[in-house]
Antibody, heavy 119, light 106 residues
């Protein structure tokens, strides 16, 4: 059974850097074809894809946020870490991590973690 | 970037109705199109992937169709638990989501 869970700070100040951790079980990021993505959702708004890391350490980023994002993986701890630099209040929202299936969709999601950017 | 446009943005329907949600891509995405259901305060749930393949465990009243730039999600015989927001998402290149369609009770 695949599960994922996000963790990180709930309140961060503008201009600071946000570090979020996705801890997962039930699969390995060393298995060919596997990927883990980060997606966020501002309050009352639509989903926004942020980043995706593949089993071979290939990384993809949202073109509009690429300069502020970094995604890494720790295969020994079964974790994927997302950092977002230079935070702004518009970065407030729920951040989800999700498992990418072989059909290239996000089939299993974590419950999400709420992040508020405010001074 | 590929823009995904859903219509309508919201709709009201009754239990037992058949509803169809459309999703248009700003460029060809082949069949790299997926549908999700999201309820308030919850993570999205995958319903359909690769345009028309039903995810395991999803009721057969959900169906997806389309290819290229035009796609539809149909819910036959709407059930009380189907009232939610639905999103399409392309994975042809950098993933992107539609703005969502909220299905409400009439």
């Amino acid at each position: 059974q695949i599960t994922l869970k996000e963790s990180g700070p709930t309140l961060v100040k503008p201009t600071q850097t946000l570090t979020l951790t996705c801890s997962f079980s039930g699969f390995s990021l060393t298995t060919s074809g596997v990927g883990v993505a980060w997606i966020r959702q501002p309050p009352g708004k639509a989903l926004e894809w942020l980043a995706l890391i593949y089993w071979d350490d290939d990384k993809r980023y949202s073109p509009s946020l690429k300069s502020r994002l970094s995604i890494t993986m720790d295969t020994t701890r079964n974790q994927v870490v997302l950092t977002v630099t230079n935070l702004d209040p518009v970065d407030t929202g729920t951040y989800f991590c999700a498992h990418r299936n072989m059909g290239d969709a996000f089939d299993i999601w974590g419950p999400g973690t709420v992040v508020t950017v405010s001074s | 970037d590929i823009q995904m446009t859903q219509s309508p943005s919201s709709l009201s329907a009754s239990v037992g109705d058949t509803v169809t949600i459309t999703c248009r891509a700003s460029q060809i995405v082949s069949s790299y199109l997926h549908w999700y259901q999201q309820k308030p305060g919850k993570a999205p749930k995958l319903l359909v992937y690769a345009a028309s393949t039903l995810e395991a465990g999803v009721p057969a009243r959900f169906s997806g169709s389309g290819s290229g730039t035009y796609f539809t999600l149909t819910i036959s015989s709407l059930q009380p638990e189907d009232f939610a927001t639905y999103y399409c998402q392309q994975s042809y290149n950098s993933p992107s989501f539609g703005q969502g369609t909220k299905v409400e009770i009439k």
